[in-house]
């Protein structure tokens, strides 16, 4: 079945480093692919997302591409902000057949002043 | 811009009652979504309506059922709860294009602000 592994958390930064969160899929077919976001107390919140390969999903300075062939999807951005903090849960959806969503098991990402 | 509606927003029960969450969807989305998140875990798909009927069943248990209406508001039905449904309860809209239905080209989901049930 389809599956989303995400890179185990929590992660912890100082303001402006670098971040990349690591997510890699099994999926038949050609999945959509999906970074949300849930800060404490919310829901969860569409980042960004990316529906073939190759395709480059970015929003807010976070930048995410789609990679077939290591069927990747790794999360990065070039200088967090405290008010980053938050979950981050990569996921799919099959884009033929089922529009469920398949989420990792989640990031939990926390930026330092 | 109006959003997902989730109600209660917080429900405390005991074991062995019922629950019955609700869930208002965006304005002209016709499809509705169910999801469960645990303590520390990811979402799990529980069912999804579109049009008001079953368009796809999850990891739903026998004692859930859910319903979509005829104004796409929908309704989950817990009933025997146990401690492990203490969970956050998200649902989730989606406005299907064209006629290809759930089945067709992916819809962007938006998720309410969810439900937190406590089973004591």
């Known amino acids: 079945g389809n599956s989303v592994t995400q890179m185990e958390g929590p992660v912890t930064l100082s303001e402006e480093a670098f971040l990349t969160i690591n997510c890699t899929y099994t999926a038949t077919g050609y999945p959509s692919l999906f970074w949300y976001v849930q800060y404490p107390g919310e829901g969860l919140q569409l980042l960004l997302k990316?529906?073939?390969?190759?395709d480059k999903g970015s929003n807010k300075g976070f930048e995410a591409t789609y990679r077939k062939e290591t069927t990747s999807f790794h999360l990065e951005k070039g200088s967090v902000q405290v008010s980053d903090s938050a979950v981050y849960f990569c996921?799919?959806?099959?884009?033929?057949?089922?529009?469920?969503?398949?989420f990792g098991q989640g990031t939990r990402l926390t930026i330092n002043p | 811009a109006a959003g997902v509606i989730q109600s209660p927003r917080h429900l405390i029960k005991e074991k062995r009652e019922t629950a019955t969450l609700k869930c208002y969807p965006i304005p002209r989305h016709d499809t509705v979504y169910w999801y469960q998140q645990g303590p520390g875990q990811d979402p799990q798909f529980l069912i999804s309506?579109?049009?008001?009927?079953?368009?796809d069943k999850g990891s739903i248990p026998d004692r859930f059922s859910a319903q979509q209406f005829s104004d796409y508001h929908s309704e989950l039905n817990m009933s025997s709860l146990e401690l492990g449904d203490s969970a956050l309860y998200f649902c989730?809209?989606?406005?299907?294009?064209?006629?290809?239905?759930?089945?067709?080209?992916?819809?962007?989901?938006?998720f309410g602000p969810g439900t937190r049930l406590t089973v004591l």
């Open positions: 309506f579109y049009e008001k009927m079953q368009s």
């Open positions: 989730a809209s989606s406005q299907t294009s064209g006629t290809s239905g759930p089945k067709g080209s992916y819809n962007e989901q938006f």
């Open positions: 996921a799919l959806s099959a884009y033929q057949g089922a529009q469920k969503l398949v």
């Open positions: 990316a529906t073939k390969a190759d």
